[in-house]
């Protein structure tokens, strides 16, 4: 990453012990021998020392970091999609230690077919836009550079009581449907989401729900947030939410501090939008939604926002194709599509009407409920 004004990096140790998480079914199913071919060479060279470990079945990585004693290694290296990253996550923050195991780097290889992360991380370190073999080349580069720096998590609260992290996006709707149903074309790697796209076009459908957020800047007309014992404190670390002190025990994962409990109305200097009927709701934190969606140009690694969009009904599908389309180079809100709003924001609650449709958190799927992040 090349540093920008204001923030701050650490650097990986010389030699560097890096443990690599890697799912050869992903994307193409490419990625093993991607990684000997491109990225292990690189790796010698920069005197990093590697233990591979292959992922056999869904969840295996998410136990192993769970589970493990990781103090042997500097880093933690996925070679795979998005979705490997986000078993990694999620099972960091099971663990007793998540706290300080959390402070461990974690470093993103492209090899699935979406590869949003290391498409936003290659277009935040000022590279041009690359795909495939290119942004593997850029990607692990910057892991020999090793410096990093701190990156948004995202907590996500379900009505049944699951908590997840996020690193990347929570979506229901067109943009999940796509994401999901396009899945069976996996082989044909980015283009699948292409392909997806049309299908899903073709059968475009309206979903009802309530959606409400905490805008990251007061919205006009909208009350002033409350001062009170529940704001936020930050410590000055890329907007970390702390909770009041002495309320936490040891271990316990950070609270939820802008949130009341799902059960609860939304607090009153919240946004409820009026519209009731969507075709999309999409939550996205990094730039990139894949290779080629650069969905929120303004998102940087820890910039404590959300970026919120939603697509109310009502659209044409001529209109959502051409969005899409302009979506590939970033230019989709200079359409000033009515239908399409976009704010960044704090927290946001979505309450849909029916479980309808699917929800994707990081692209993998979830039982449509109502769900605050």
């Avoid at 498409?119 to 910057?142: M, P, R």
């Avoid at 960044?344 to 699917?358: D, K, Q, S």
Wanted: charged share 20%; with cysteine.
């Amino acid at each position: 990453l090349s540093p920008r004004p204001g923030d701050s990096y650490g650097v990986l140790p010389r030699p560097c012990r890096a443990l690599v998480l890697l799912n050869p079914r992903s994307g193409a199913g490419r990625a093993l021998e991607d990684f000997q071919a491109v990225v292990q060479p690189m790796l010698a060279e920069a005197d990093i020392a590697t233990t591979v470990f292959i992922t056999e079945r869904p969840h295996h990585a998410h136990e192993k970091v769970r589970d493990e004693d990781l103090s042997q290694w500097d880093t933690l290296v996925v070679m795979a999609g998005d979705g490997l990253l986000y078993e990694v996550v999620n099972g960091l923050m099971e663990r007793p230690d998540w706290e300080d195991t959390m402070k461990k780097p974690l470093c993103i290889l492209p090899g699935g077919s979406g590869n949003a992360l290391a498409a936003s991380i290659n277009h935040y370190a000022g590279n041009d836009h690359v795909a495939k073999k290119k942004l593997l080349t850029n990607c692990a580069f910057i892991l020999c550079k090793g410096l990093h720096t701190q990156m948004d998590l995202v907590s996500l609260s379900t009505a049944s009581g699951k908590r997840l992290f996020s690193f990347l996006s929570f979506g229901w709707g067109f943009i999940s449907d796509v994401d999901i149903d396009s899945e069976k074309y996996r082989r044909l790697g980015n283009a699948r989401f292409t392909l997806g796209t049309l299908q899903c076009l073709a059968k475009l459908r309206v979903y009802q729900g309530r959606l409400s957020y905490l805008p990251a800047v007061p919205e006009q007309g909208t009350p002033p947030a409350p001062r009170d014992a529940h704001a936020p404190v930050t410590n000055g670390q890329a907007g970390r939410v702390l909770p009041p002190a002495g309320t936490e025990a040891a271990g316990a994962l950070p609270a939820d501090s802008l949130l009341v409990p799902l059960c609860q109305p939304v607090p009153a200097h919240w946004t409820v939008v009026p519209e009731e009927e969507f075709v999309s709701v999409y939550a996205i934190y990094q730039s990139h939604l894949g290779t080629n969606m650069l969905m929120a140009p303004a998102a940087r690694l820890h910039d404590g926002c959300i970026h919120l969009f939603y697509l109310k009904a009502g659209i044409s599908r001529v209109a959502l194709l051409k969005l899409f389309l302009a979506m590939a180079r970033g230019t989709h809100l200079d359409l000033n599509c009515p239908h399409l709003r976009y704010v960044p924001v704090r927290a946001f609650r979505l309450e849909p009407r029916a479980a309808a449709g699917i929800m994707t958190v990081d692209g993998e799927a979830l039982a449509c409920e109502p769900v605050q992040g």
